[in-house]
């Protein structure tokens, strides 16, 4: 599948299909837990395919586990039946274990699993694209450093900071480009700690290595799309689209229509309905005024497709799901 192509004929479409992070909700689907998910790729592509069956998305997303790449470099992840894993401790609290920090095999941890996942979706899932889920370097150094350490590091040892970074997108790259051996047609590259940053330490910090990454993976069948949900992205924007991702994906923290008025008219931004709020706490009909508030403030923009602002969690109501492709459906109907 040409991905290009594919942007631009979603870009010009007058309808335009939704295209929410959804994937954990899958598990009252199949009636399994979200440990089971995570540890079985068969399970994964089951539950890709049993989300497609549902929903009627613009492409199919995989699971966004953002321990994966952490606990192939060594950092311990934290299960549960209900919850995404978490990472516990801290990796790398030194320049000294920065410089030891060994750049691991791809297959490495559950990364083998979430590959062969998509190589499975793929044979499963043939009417849309299929993304892969995959963190991104700063993200990631902040899972090895810990989340606080690693912003206070940009500030007392960058030196360090830049040390994993460089190791984080060494793997990043070769991550990315076994799923895109595998068949993936692209990935969803979620950067949100970047989101705490300044927008000058943005620019320092992440974008040189999103770019970096992007520009060894990217081509005409293969597209990365940034996600980032901090509160502060309309601000370092100019950092943002300077990574030369193909697509972007913001939270629900941010005005959406008014980040669309930093977006290039033929670059698809995506947003931004509350997962947590709405889509897991929400109603149908708080749903459904919620989506059709967001697509009439952002629809005029020919780029805008409606989304999720974040990874649909577990626990999301599919009453609320179902009634969010039912709001974009009503709103397209009643132009």
């Not at 549902?54 to 060594?74: H, I, K, N, Q, Y």
């Not at 952002?298 to 409606?306: D, E, P, R, S, T």
Request: hydrophobic share 45%.
């Amino acid at each position: 599948m040409n991905m290009k192509k594919w942007l631009q004929d979603l870009c010009e479409a007058p309808v335009k299909k939704p295209l929410p992070v959804l994937s954990f909700p899958s598990i009252s689907l199949m009636d399994i837990t979200v440990e089971d998910l995570v540890k079985d790729s068969a399970l994964q592509a089951k539950a890709m395919k049993a989300v497609a069956e549902r929903v009627d998305s613009a492409a199919s997303v995989s699971m966004m586990d953002l321990s994966v790449e952490a606990e192939a470099f060594g950092a311990t992840p934290v299960f549960a039946r209900d919850e995404v894993p978490t990472i516990s401790g801290c990796l790398v609290d030194s320049p000294e274990k920065a410089q030891e920090l060994k750049v691991p095999e791809v297959g490495a941890g559950r990364t083998g699993i979430y590959i062969e996942a998509i190589r499975q979706a793929k044979e499963l899932i043939t009417d849309r694209p299929v993304f892969a889920g995959v963190i991104g370097p700063f993200s990631l150094a902040g899972r090895l450093m810990d989340v606080t350490e690693a912003l206070v590091n940009c500030y007392t040892e960058p030196e360090m900071v830049h040390e994993v970074m460089k190791k984080a997108t060494a793997f990043l790259k070769e991550y990315i480009l076994a799923y895109k051996a595998a068949g993936a047609n692209g990935v969803v590259m979620a950067e949100p700690l970047t989101g705490l940053l300044s927008p000058d330490m943005a620019g320092e910090f992440s974008e040189p290595y999103v770019r970096e990454i992007a520009q060894a993976v990217k081509d005409d069948d293969f597209i990365v799309i940034y996600h980032n949900c901090g509160d502060n992205v309309i601000r370092m924007i100019d950092s943002i689209l300077a990574t030369d991702c193909d697509a972007y994906h913001f939270g629900n923290s941010i005005d959406m229509a008014e980040m669309l008025t930093h977006i290039p008219e033929n670059t698809i931004a995506m947003g931004n309905i509350d997962p947590a709020g709405q889509l897991k706490n929400g109603t149908p009909e708080s749903v459904r005024e919620e989506t059709l508030r967001i697509m009439n403030a952002c629809c005029g923009y020919k780029n805008f497709v409606i989304s999720s602002g974040c990874d649909i969690p577990p626990a999301a109501k599919w009453e609320n799901i179902d009634a969010f492709f039912a709001a974009a459906k009503e709103f397209y109907q009643s132009k």
